[in-house]
Every structure is written in C-alpha cells, then in structure tokens.
C-alpha cells in the first residue's frame, strides 16, 4: 500500500511512512466463518456484533451509538 500511495496524484509530493503491522499475520489471519462459528458454538445463520470496551460508560467508545442502532 505505501508503494501504491507514493504513486497517487494526492501523495505523489508527500513523505509517505510504512507503519508495521502490529499483530503476527501468520497467527491471526482470516479463517473460514462458518468453520469458526462451529468451533465457537455460535450459530451460523444471525448476525453476530461484537463491541469491546472497558466502560460501557465510556463515551469515546460509542456505546450510545451501537445501542441506538440497534433499538430501531
């Protein structure tokens, strides 16, 4: 991606940085979804959301947001 952006017209003038991934791709990677739900005993035919926060108080985390969605 960082060669791709040093070709585009917006930052073809910029100094374009290459931020390390932070987590091992070759442990966590993509796995097939149904198998996973399997593994998981989750079932594979509802929508499944996830949302991690150490406060549901917590207003940066939009808590609010993900619950209003959800009501309507």
Request: charged fraction near 30%.
């Amino acid at each position: 991606m960082q060669e791709e952006a040093k070709k585009s017209q917006v930052f073809k003038d910029k100094n374009v940085h290459l931020i390390p991934y932070g987590l091992d791709e070759n442990i966590y990677k993509p796995k097939n979804k149904l198998e996973s739900r399997k593994t998981l005993n989750l079932p594979d035919n509802k929508i499944i959301v996830l949302f991690v926060a150490h406060s549901l108080d917590n207003s940066r985390k939009g808590f609010a947001y993900l619950k209003s969605a959800l009501e309507s």
